[in-house]
């Protein structure tokens, strides 16, 4: 222990050799409400925000939080330095804890790329790069995810505004407030009760694409760093219980895509034209069948274009948990015509999650027999998904494809939680692009076309880029009214996306047409049970 504290004061700090040294996460610093990876459009951090770390022995074991102006530079312990070049400022400590702590970046913090330093009980961390720009908003969300219901009160009067929620909806015409942090600094000092009035910065806001008018955008009298957003709810604004909702500042940055509902009487939403929205918006176990083609046209980062061609039986059974802000991402979608964004943290083609929390898996087994126009086949999932069949026409592989248009029925032998089951399944005939893209302007909007669509149901359009040096993903995900063959994507959803790097080997871009027959079925154990016959079209793209 001795000599540990002898080496330990040459470097300038002395501390039990079981101590563990703070440390910060790689791209672990984000946007405390909308926790947007740092490679990602609106990933980085504002002047005047609210910031959260991710690390490890960064505070103490219990979480502190501050309680009373004016705010100090230290609390529990913790201290936070910015640094650039020879400036050095204190970022103020809001809650610390071990493995995570909130504070507030300096209204003065300069520009472009600081180092951010945790200093606790006089161990420093490792310095950990942050990009700070002026403003760059996140919304607040029920879910604590930056996903879902964002933090919204329907104004009623001045004594009653309750939150929106799946339960208590808006109306339109009706006026809003949203909670965020990112909307830029304030000449007042930060550790002081912040003042009232809308900040200079300029402030947009779509409400199921449609922009809505903006009355104030400021700071919370109540808490340094945390702004409002008060608006009305476009007269004209679609209806539903996940309607998106989205800021820009600077007519440059978007914030995160969070989810409001509105009705029109005000009451619980609805969504007659989801079947899934029933299922999750009342508590009890839903269960989702799928047999699904996904053919792909890959002409990016690759010597000569191929199609490759997989077909997929997925099968989930989960507990869901209801309730007023409950949310799925690809479950929870947004009304027709209209699209919301779903950011990730990671390469999204090799891990297929959004930050959200999953409701609890059921045992439904893994063992299926299906039967059909390509006959009969025994199936095993590995976990939620199993492949059917797979073509690709390099290097003479069989063709070893099973699914094709037609009728299927599919056996379960059932598990631990949900018995054996019976289910039919029609797959549809394939998508055809018209209009395949090759290049995405991701400052204008894109207009898709294609044929093949079976009538009476939308189209989902799913749009996915993955940068991998910064290890951050996001998808856009639009639906279509029922029966179009065409469709056109914003582009203040576009430039929510990163854009493909110059080496087409640092980034993934894919855009899909989803086709789908959707059904039900009646198993044991189940309060809704749903089934999707899907046919996927891809087509590799470059956003710029």
Known sequence: MQRFCMLAMALGVCFPAWAQLPSIKLHGIVNAASFASPGLPSGSIARGSIFTIFGGGLGPAKGVQVSAFPIQNTLSGVTITVTQGATVLNALPLYVRQDQINALMPSGAPTGWVSVRVTYNNARSNPSPVYVVNDSVGVFTSTGTGLGPGAMNNFVTQSNQPANSLATSAKPGQVVTMYATGLGPISAPDNLAPPSGSLQTPVELWVGGVQASVSYSGRSPCCSGLDQVTFTVPDNAPQGCWVP???????????????????????????????????????????????????????????????????????????????????????????????????????????????????????????????????????????????????????????????????????????????????????????????????????????????????????????????????????????????????????????????????????????????????????????????SGSYIAGKTVVFQ
């Not at 999750?280 to 839903?286: E, M, P, Q, S, V």
């Not at 999953?358 to 025994?378: E, K, V, Y």
């Not at 940068?467 to 996001?474: M, R």
């Not at 039900?520 to 749903?530: C, D, E, M, V």
Request: with cysteine; hydrophobic share 40%.
């Open 245 to 531: 909702v989205q800021v820009r500042t600077s007519h440059a940055t978007l914030s995160n895509f969070v989810s409001m509902a509105i009705d029109p009487n005000g009451a619980p939403c609805s969504d007659p034209s989801q079947p899934l929205s029933a299922g999750i918006t009342k508590a009890g176990h839903l269960g989702l069948l799928t047999l699904a083609r996904l053919d792909i046209h890959e002409d990016v980062g690759v010597n000569a274009p191929v199609d490759i061609t997989n077909d997929v039986l997925t099968f989930s059974a989960t507990n869901q948990p209801g309730g007023p802000f409950v949310f799925q991402p690809f479950v929870s979608t947004p009304p027709l015509g209209t699209c919301t964004v779903y950011p990730a943290i990671g390469d999204f083609f090799a891990t297929a999650n959004v930050s959200s929390v999953s409701p609890p898996a059921l045992d439904a087994g893994s063992q299926f027999t299906l039967a059909g126009p390509g006959g009969q086949m025994a199936a095993t999932l590995s976990g939620s998904a199993t492949a059917l069949g797979a073509y690709l026409p390099l290097y003479s592989f069989p063709n070893q494809l099973y699914l094709s248009p037609g009728k299927y029925t599919i056996t379960s032998k059932g598990g631990a939680d949900i018995p054996g089951f019976n289910a039919s399944i029609t797959v549809p005939g394939p998508l055809t692009w018209t209009s395949p893209p090759n290049t995405v302007d991701r400052s204008q909007p894109l207009a898709l076309s294609w044929t093949g669509a079976p009538s009476g149901t939308p189209i989902m359009i799913l749009g996915v880029s993955s940068d991998l040096p910064t290890n951050s993903s996001a998808m856009f995900v639009c639906v279509t009214s029922a029966g179009a063959n065409n469709f056109t994507v914003p582009a203040e959803v576009l430039s929510a996306l990163p854009a493909s790097r110059a080496n087409p080997l640092s980034s993934k871009a894919v855009i899909y047409l989803m086709s789908s027959n959707p059904g039900t079925f009646t198993a044991g154990g189940l309060n809704t049970a749903l089934t």
